[in-house]
């Protein structure tokens, strides 16, 4: 059988699999944590993943548009109405190395010219992952867009629209695809401890609206005050084309 499961993968699945188990024998209701647990030690001492092939996916040999496409991957949807103008949005979030300053899993992006960048972030468990970014849609003050390149830890996408929403405010519009280690499995066990994606981004952009119309980031529990805004759904072709292009 070809391995398609990267190292870190791996190494993902294993720690997975076992705090699975763990948490299959300590709690009766989670009857099948123990067997998803199973399933994740054996992806990880193994290195193949039937889902893997079954969907085309090979963590070796990271494709963003294979990746990507269609249904595949953890798809998220944020938005948020900031009180600052479109191009002082704009060109703030246009500087990659600010994006930590305000999103909690960021430990670092390094922007390497115009067009590329290498970020670090904390992936499930604590894991550092990192990965290397390409802007594929630079359009001040309105959108801006990027995709992971090369081998990759996590293979992603993500974009940012910038709309006028009244006379000195901005309803920004976050999207982002991605791939995480151990595919949608892997982000269903992220959820168990905690790691909620939908949750990290609407925070992420609480805290950027507080940073942009106050200058600093206060803490405290976050409340949805506008849940038409906000919404949790898989994006099909249709949704992403405009933002991201062909994923080229």
């Avoid at 300590?26 to 994740?40: D, E, F, K, M, V």
């Avoid at 390497?112 to 630079?138: C, K, Q, Y």
């Avoid at 090369?150 to 940012?160: C, E, L, M």
């Avoid at 981004?201 to 849940?227: M, N, P, V, W």
Wanted: contains cysteine.
């Amino acid at each position: 059988m070809h391995r398609n499961v990267s190292d870190w993968e791996r190494i993902a699945s294993i720690a997975g699999g076992a705090a699975l188990v763990y948490l299959g024998t300590r709690q009766r209701r989670h009857p099948l944590a123990t067997s998803t647990g199973l399933g994740l030690i054996a992806r990880g001492v193994g290195g193949y993943c039937p889902i893997n092939t079954a969907l085309g996916r090979d963590s070796g040999r990271s494709n963003t548009k294979v990746a990507l496409s269609g249904s595949r991957g953890v798809h998220v949807y944020e938005s948020i109405v900031i009180n600052r103008p479109p191009a002082e949005l704009f060109q703030f979030w246009r500087d990659f190395a600010n994006l930590p300053r305000f999103m909690e899993h960021l430990e670092d992006v390094r922007v390497t010219d115009r067009f590329h960048s290498h970020w670090v972030a904390r992936g499930p468990l604590g894991v550092m992952v990192d990965w290397d970014a390409e802007i594929i849609n630079d359009i001040p003050p309105t959108l801006l867009s990027w995709k992971s390149i090369g081998q990759s830890d996590v293979v992603s996408a993500g974009s940012v629209r910038f709309k006028p929403s009244g006379e000195h405010a901005t309803h920004v519009q976050v999207k982002l695809q991605y791939d995480p280690p151990a595919g949608k499995l892997g982000a269903t066990v992220a959820w168990l401890f905690g790691d909620d994606p939908q949750h990290q981004i609407a925070e992420d952009l609480r805290r950027f609206k507080q940073l942009l119309e106050t200058g600093e980031i206060t803490t405290g529990a976050y409340r949805a005050t506008q849940s038409s805004q906000r919404m949790r759904r898989g994006l099909d072709a249709s949704d992403t084309a405009g933002d991201f292009g062909s994923l080229r």
